[in-house]
Protein backbone atom coordinates (compact mmCIF):
# COMPACT_ATOMS: atom_id res chain seq x y z
CA UNK A 1 0.00 0.00 0.00
CA UNK A 2 2.81 2.29 0.75
CA UNK A 3 4.34 1.79 -2.27
CA UNK A 4 1.09 2.66 -4.09
CA UNK A 5 0.59 5.83 -2.56
CA UNK A 6 3.99 6.98 -3.38
CA UNK A 7 3.59 5.93 -6.77
CA UNK A 8 0.37 8.06 -7.25
CA UNK A 9 2.07 11.34 -5.65
CA UNK A 10 4.56 11.02 -7.85
CA UNK A 11 2.44 10.31 -10.63
CA UNK A 12 -0.01 13.22 -9.18
CA UNK A 13 3.05 15.85 -9.23
CA UNK A 14 4.02 14.65 -12.90
CA UNK A 15 0.26 15.43 -13.85
CA UNK A 16 0.09 18.81 -11.58
CA UNK A 17 3.32 20.22 -13.23
CA UNK A 18 2.24 19.74 -16.79
CA UNK A 19 -0.64 21.76 -15.97
CA UNK A 20 0.97 24.53 -15.04
CA UNK A 21 3.67 24.08 -17.43
CA UNK A 22 0.99 24.09 -20.37
CA UNK A 23 -0.49 27.04 -19.27
CA UNK A 24 2.33 29.40 -18.00
CA UNK A 25 3.95 31.58 -20.63
CA UNK A 26 7.71 31.22 -21.04
CA UNK A 27 8.35 33.63 -24.01
CA UNK A 28 6.84 37.26 -24.93
CA UNK A 29 3.49 37.01 -26.89
CA UNK A 30 3.56 37.77 -30.09
CA UNK A 31 1.84 41.19 -29.80
CA UNK A 32 4.72 42.15 -27.11
CA UNK A 33 7.23 41.43 -29.73
CA UNK A 34 5.89 43.22 -32.29
CA UNK A 35 5.53 45.85 -28.97
CA UNK A 36 9.55 45.99 -28.07
CA UNK A 37 9.62 47.28 -31.59
CA UNK A 38 8.40 50.82 -29.76
CA UNK A 39 11.63 52.52 -28.15
CA UNK A 40 11.77 52.02 -24.51
CA UNK A 41 9.45 49.26 -24.51
CA UNK A 42 10.63 45.79 -23.11
CA UNK A 43 8.89 42.83 -23.11
CA UNK A 44 8.56 41.59 -19.17
CA UNK A 45 7.93 37.45 -19.16
CA UNK A 46 7.54 36.08 -15.76
CA UNK A 47 9.16 33.29 -14.19
CA UNK A 48 6.94 30.14 -14.01
CA UNK A 49 9.41 28.42 -11.40
CA UNK A 50 7.41 28.72 -8.28
CA UNK A 51 4.63 28.13 -10.09
CA UNK A 52 5.95 24.73 -11.28
CA UNK A 53 6.76 24.01 -8.04
CA UNK A 54 3.68 24.53 -6.86
CA UNK A 55 1.51 22.49 -8.92
CA UNK A 56 3.75 19.83 -8.63
CA UNK A 57 3.41 19.67 -5.01
CA UNK A 58 -0.28 20.24 -4.87
CA UNK A 59 -0.57 17.45 -7.14
CA UNK A 60 1.59 15.03 -5.54
CA UNK A 61 -0.45 15.86 -2.29
CA UNK A 62 -3.63 15.56 -3.64
CA UNK A 63 -3.24 12.33 -5.71
CA UNK A 64 -1.19 10.60 -2.31
CA UNK A 65 -4.58 11.57 -0.01
CA UNK A 66 -6.89 9.85 -2.70
CA UNK A 67 -4.80 6.93 -2.98
CA UNK A 68 -4.50 7.07 1.03
CA UNK A 69 -8.15 7.11 1.40
CA UNK A 70 -8.70 4.47 -1.14
CA UNK A 71 -5.89 2.13 0.21
CA UNK A 72 -7.43 2.43 3.56
CA UNK A 73 -11.41 1.53 2.65
CA UNK A 74 -9.60 -1.50 0.84
CA UNK A 75 -7.43 -2.87 3.75
CA UNK A 76 -11.10 -2.01 6.13
CA UNK A 77 -13.08 -4.23 3.28
CA UNK A 78 -10.58 -6.91 2.73
CA UNK A 79 -10.61 -7.34 6.63
CA UNK A 80 -14.36 -7.62 7.30
CA UNK A 81 -14.14 -9.53 4.00
CA UNK A 82 -11.61 -12.15 6.15
CA UNK A 83 -13.37 -12.20 9.22
CA UNK A 84 -17.07 -13.57 7.87
CA UNK A 85 -15.78 -16.13 5.30
CA UNK A 86 -18.81 -17.30 2.83
CA UNK A 87 -18.24 -21.29 3.94
CA UNK A 88 -18.87 -20.28 7.47
CA UNK A 89 -22.23 -21.53 9.44
CA UNK A 90 -23.67 -19.18 10.79
CA UNK A 91 -24.67 -19.84 14.74
CA UNK A 92 -28.35 -20.33 15.53
CA UNK A 93 -29.73 -17.10 17.32
CA UNK A 94 -31.81 -16.95 20.48
CA UNK A 95 -35.57 -18.78 19.99
CA UNK A 96 -37.88 -15.89 18.86
CA UNK A 97 -40.70 -14.73 22.04
CA UNK A 98 -43.60 -16.12 21.29
Given at each position: ?8 G ?7 Y ?16 L ?34 V ?29
Open positions: MFAAIVIGLLGGGIGGLVNASCPNTATVAEHLETVPGFHAHTPSCDLKLLAGAVTGSVIAAIGAGVAMLMLRAQSEWRAHPAGRSVPPGPPPDG
